[in-house]
């Protein structure tokens, strides 16, 4: 029999296909990453019996990288990065993706692909196909490789797709490719070495990476226009006539001026004074306009993320990340489309008598319903997915706080869409007082419509209702002057800043919300109430420095005209070698003129940001001039001598301090300790020795547990005590900095125990080894706060196998972040007190792994 290979684009997307596809008759394995399951059930595929298996990757398999000697910061010209080798690499290694692809096609006869229905997802798709060639049978027929596409995870859509299945488009994938390329050579180039030349002068810019992004840097600069829109605003003053007269009901009524405002005192302060010698305002037209309010567009992500940032509180991002794990648990139809328009054939009425079972909006449901469904507005047919909408019902109880708001939110947008207009009657009268005109406006409901089901977008309660009669006269009660001041725009708003985006082509819908999160994480702006974005010191004067040099490097049109030639690229109306060269030049020579220029920039830092020479306080001492070096706490943390001019970086997230004035044998400078507190991974370290390795296998970034001098006390071979069972290569390691809350953690995962506290001195002996193979620690206590059995002050043991030792041991994972650092410390061959990892005998294998459940 043949076999099918499926493969969706995550697990838990993988699972509910294959419970729709197999009509919940499928099995489940492990498969040789265990985080990918593999379901198999039996079933027919054009028209024959075949075995299917159903798995999945985790997002993207691959990504773009330069080839790794590129990777090294300080030895390579940013410059090169416009042409240097790049290579496809792991996107998670620790999942081996393509050995568990490979491994599941081995010998099958199709491959169907479950990937989202996007130009990423299409460029996944060759992922896949690249992963599984060499396993499948005859993988070089393309009929024997199938694309699904579907928008809903319904019975109705997934079995649809299976039936209609169709080839990847590799035009398409070719422009994300394109796209990976140009945002990697280009943001690096420009990335590296603005960080650089900035970090390198200046202590107070509190951000790790001075970041460039040919959509990230237009985002950034509306934000900014606004700003300076808002600085070069000068207020003036204005002044409003306001009349209050009595109705014949004894009702105080507000009129409003039809003139608005005046901007000369004088002349309004005349007008009042003529106004006060009148007594009678008398009514000269009444007039009434049957008005409608329209319902919404079929919702589309941009939308979306535009109504969840104004009416929700959510940030594009995190309201896009709910969308997605509300779209994979089967709930709403594919949130990433730029549609707005329901297609002809798209089944309405069953959608909503699903809903109408719901306690929160069956009663509205039911009376439209009743009234029939109104068709929906026309809106705009992308050609990509269909309107969000809601595909199953779920309550409260199912979904977590804000993926509720999101899916009510969802739901009864769509309810609106098929529902009535709003209509109202809007009521003007209009008075007149001597010479002057003024007008009362309310407006009445005639028919709620669709503002039933979404309120937010009902007439106003509030406003007063008043029979007046043509012809009329009533008293004035009061006529008096108000000034006022005319006041600048507001700072974008998160949702302004997605029109604007939309508007001059930044971005997809997929990467609008992650370009508004980069600028807020990078601290170029921060986020204030009402959700507007106020551009920080940093992110102002970078636009002003691009301005400065190169104004086209922050406007929208450059990535536009790039989006364009990449829209071509998947049509296959562009050549995507000719569209990379040519951009990527054009980019080259962009760069080339920012470096020759950059002191254009470089002043306007000056004025904003302090030097490091004047930045941080003093800590501890340089080995090469002896005299004190500054820590700068701004991100990127850091020491700077000023006489030698250096800058040594350090670990990031945590706190540093002195470490008792101790040296490092090397050079002469003194140590440091980093930690993320009690309960989080610390150790000590040598500054030089963190940025200029001093042994061969031994990496950047390393401290001293990783450190591989044969007798430094603060030293790997001195405080080396076991294996760490919890990861590959680690070895448990003692911080003799943490006394007296002691503690022995990894020197490559995050796990920590804490010992012993309170104790005098801990010493891991050399040459006393347990029969486990971990080394012996010895315990000191004063005698007045020894916490050993017995009332002992001095205990020698094993840290696993000793008894006495057991309830002064806690084991636990580290809390804080791991540092930046964790992932390219420590691959060397570096053998544990020259003995090699210890390995306990087997007899000895859950002893130590029960400190470890």
Not at 366 to 372: F, W
Not at 423 to 434: A, D, N, Q
Request: aromatic share 8%; with cysteine.
């Amino acid at each position: 029999m043949k076999t099918a290979l499926m493969v969706a684009e995550k697990p838990s997307l993988a699972s509910s296909l294959a419970n729709i596809l197999s009509n919940g008759r499928s099995s489940s394995r492990k498969s040789m990453n265990s985080a990918c399951p593999v379901h198999e059930w039996s079933g027919t595929l054009f028209g024959e019996p075949v075995i299917f298996k159903m798995t999945s990757v985790c997002g993207h398999v691959m990504t773009l990288d330069f080839n790794s000697k590129f990777n090294n910061w300080d030895k390579v010209d940013p410059e090169e990065l416009f042409s240097c080798p790049t290579e496809k690499k792991e996107a998670s290694p620790k999942l081996r993706i393509p050995a568990m692809l490979a491994s599941e096609a081995r010998g099958v006869d199709f491959l169907i692909l479950w990937l989202d229905c996007d130009k990423e997802g299409e460029n996944i798709c060759f992922e896949v196909i690249d992963a599984v060639k060499s396993t499948m049978k005859r993988s070089g027929e393309m009929n024997r490789i199938w694309r699904a596409k579907f928008s809903a995870i319904t019975a109705k859509d997934i079995k649809g797709a299976m039936e209609k299945l169709d080839f990847p488009n590799r035009n398409e994938a070719m422009s994300v490719d394109a796209r990976q390329e140009l945002d990697l050579r280009i943001g690096c180039s420009f990335t590296r070495f603005q960080t650089k030349y900035f970090q390198g002068k200046y202590g107070d810019l509190d951000s790790s990476l001075i970041s460039y992004g040919p959509c990230q840097t237009p985002t950034l600069g509306f934000c900014v226009q606004r700003h300076d829109e808002i600085r070069r605003f000068k207020p003036e003053p204005y002044w409003v006539i306001q009349v209050t007269i009595q109705s014949k009901d004894g009702q105080d009524v507000v009129l409003n001026w039809e003139k608005g405002r005046c901007f000369e005192r004088d002349a309004s302060n005349s007008l009042l004074q003529s106004l006060k010698k009148q007594q009678i305002a008398t009514v000269i037209s009444i007039t009434q306009q049957e008005k409608s309010k329209q319902r919404p567009l079929a919702l589309n992500s941009v939308e979306l993320m535009r109504a969840a940032s104004t009416g929700l509180g959510m940030g594009p991002h995190h309201a896009m990340q709910l969308a997605e794990r509300l779209y994979t648990q089967g709930y709403i139809s594919y949130p990433r489309t730029e549609t707005s328009h329901y297609s002809d054939n798209f089944e309405l009425l069953p959608a909503m008598r699903t809903l109408q079972k719901s306690n929160e909006w069956g009663q509205e449901i039911r009376q439209v319903l009743n009234n029939g469904l109104t068709r929906p507005r026309n809106g705009k047919d992308c050609g990509d997915h269909p309107p969000i909408t809601p595909t199953m019902l779920a309550s409260r109880n199912e979904l977590d706080g804000d993926s509720w708001k999101l899916y009510d939110f969802i739901v009864r947008h769509f309810i609106a869409t098929v529902s009535k207009d709003c209509r109202y009657y809007s009521k003007t009268v209009t008075f007149k007082i001597g010479s002057e005109t003024f007008t009362y406006n309310w407006r009445t409901l005639i028919d709620a419509g669709f503002t039933a089901i979404t309120p937010w977008k009902a007439l106003p309660k509030n406003e007063l209702a008043v029979n007046f009669e043509r012809d009329e006269k009533l008293n004035i009660k009061d006529a008096r002057l108000t000034d006022h001041m005319t006041s600048p725009p507001g700072y974008l708003t998160e949702s302004e800043l997605i029109s604007m985006m939309e508007k001059h082509g930044i971005g997809t819908d997929a990467s609008i919300p992650v370009h508004i999160n980069n600028i807020s994480q990078r601290n170029y702006v921060t986020v204030a109430t009402g959700r507007r974005l106020v551009p920080t010191n940093l992110g102002i004067v970078l636009v002003h420095g691009y301005q400065k040099i190169d104004k086209q490097l922050v406007e929208p049109t450059m990535r536009s005209t790039i989006e364009d030639q990449l829209n071509l690229i998947a049509k296959g109306e562009a050549n995507y070698d000719r569209v990379l060269r040519q951009t990527i030049e054009a980019f080259r020579q962009k760069y080339l003129y920012f470096v020759k220029s950059i002191e254009a920039m470089d002043s306007l830092f000056e004025v904003s940001f302090t030097t490091l020479a004047a930045s941080g306080k003093a800590l501890s001492r340089c080995g090469k001039c002896r005299r004190y070096m500054k820590l700068i706490i701004a991100k990127p943390s850091r020491l700077h001598c000023s006489h030698c001019d250096e800058t040594y970086n350090l670990p990031q997230n945590g706190n540093i301090r002195i470490y008792k004035e101790l040296k490092c044998p090397l050079d002469d400078f003194e140590l440091v300790t980093w930690s993320t507190g009690n309960k989080g991974r610390s150790y000590p370290l040598c500054p030089y020795c963190y940025n200029q390795p001093a042994f061969r296998d031994m990496k950047k970034h390393s401290g001293c547990n990783l450190c591989l001098h044969p007798t430094c006390p603060q030293g790997f071979y001195v405080n080396g005590i076991a294996s760490c069972l919890q990861c590959d290569n680690g070895v448990l390691v003692l911080d003799p900095s943490s006394g007296p809350k002691w503690k022995v953690g990894c020197n490559k995962c995050d796990v920590i125990f804490h010992l012993f506290e309170d104790a005098h001195k801990i010493t891991v002996e050399e040459s006393k080894e347990c029969d486990c193979g971990a080394q012996l620690l010895k315990i000191e206590y004063k005698e007045e706060r020894t916490r050993l059995p017995r009332d002992l002050i001095e205990m020698t043991g094993c840290l696993f196998c000793c008894e006495d030792f057991g309830y002064l041991v806690e084991k636990f994972r580290a809390q804080a972040s791991k540092p930046v650092f964790n992932s390219r410390q420590g691959r060397g061959k570096a053998k544990h007190k020259g003995k090699g990892k210890p390995k306990p005998p087997k007899d000895k294998m859950a002893q130590l792994a029960s400190y470890f459940v």
